[in-house]
């Protein structure tokens, strides 16, 4: 539950991935194996995914309808960006039709949560209109920083170049950096090939290594640390101390009966009790113009 939450959190209302356009293939009548690109591909959004449910979306439209447009994930491989699904035979014949027989780039989200869930980081700073009733085409401080990496290795000057564009429009202060695990290997390894060695040097211990990398910048502290549901292409430079989680209600047992205690409720069917677990909240950014993401990030 926390898992989904913080994906919502970060990715509600854009999609947790783009299918590749290549990559894809049919196993038989009910699976289908689906590639997605490198950019928009997370090895933790999808570890311990087996078993959901996901639907595919083709510019906001469903792939297929009612219950043939539910799939559920049977296989994850991170080592080729797929997935395995299965499915109606109609679900997909559908879904083969868009990945490879005309390949098209699909969108895919947890099942029923399109148009459900909360608005994430994501949404939020690549909104460009009306967004919790203020629109940034009129207000344009209500709209955040996007920059384009253009396939490149994230560096710290690109770091610095896209937390100056916020500094521009009013960043003062401490921000933290959010990347992928595997961009986060490539900036330590760059930072640690730059290290000169100085009078703590000791020939009998080489100690080297970073759990969180901090840099002083033009608006102060930058500190830059990874998350395991960050897209391997983005990169989130966000000042916490201007975003909030508002809502009704943390992560919580939902009770039988509201305002019961019985919290175990019998599985109709089944010889079998389930908890349920409940929450009412969205993230929300104060002030977005002092955010920044940086989008198509490549590896190598």
């Known amino acids: 539950m926390s898992k989904r939450v913080e994906l919502a959190a970060l990715y509600g209302g854009s999609g947790l991935g783009k299918t590749a356009l290549t990559g894809s293939s049919n196993v038989d009548t009910t699976h289908e194996i689906v590639a997605f690109t490198q950019q928009t591909w997370s090895d933790g959004i999808w570890a311990g995914t087996v078993n959901s449910q996901v639907q595919f979306y083709n510019s906001g439209t469903l792939v297929s309808s009612g219950a043939d447009s539910v799939f559920t994930i049977t296989g994850v491989n991170p080592t080729l960006k797929t997935l395995t699904v299965s499915g109606t035979t109609t679900g997909i014949t559908a879904l083969n039709a868009l990945v490879v027989t005309t390949p098209t780039t699909l969108d895919i989200y947890f099942n029923s949560a399109k148009g459900n869930e909360m608005t994430g980081i994501d949404q939020i700073l690549t909104n460009t209109g009306s967004l919790f009733n203020i629109d940034a085409s009129v207000y344009d401080l209500w709209k955040a920083n996007t920059v384009d990496n253009a396939g490149g290795k994230l560096t710290f000057l690109a770091l610095q170049n896209a937390v100056a564009i916020a500094v521009g429009r009013g960043l003062d202060g401490e921000v933290d ?115 920044v993401k940086i989008f198509d990030i490549s590896l190598s």
């Not at 595997?182 to 211990?205: E, M």
């Not at 502290?221 to 983005?234: F, Q, R």
């Not at 019985?262 to 955010?291: H, S």
Request: one cysteine or more.
């Open 177 to 291: 950096v959010m990347v992928n695990p595997k961009v986060w290997a490539n900036l330590v390894t760059s930072q640690s090939g730059a290290r000169r060695f100085d009078s703590s040097y000791k020939k009998t211990l080489m100690e080297n290594g970073a759990e969180k990398l901090t840099f002083y910048s033009q608006n102060g502290t930058m500190n830059i640390t990874p998350s395991l549901y960050v897209k391997e292409g983005d990169c989130f430079i966000l000042p916490f101390e201007h975003i909030q989680r508002i809502g009704s209600m943390d992560i919580e047992f939902m009770p039988q009966v509201m305002g019961s205690d019985e919290f175990f409720q019998y599985v109709p069917g089944f010889n079998a009790y389930e908890l349920r677990l409940w929450t009412n909240q969205q993230i929300f950014i104060e002030l977005p113009a002092r955010c």
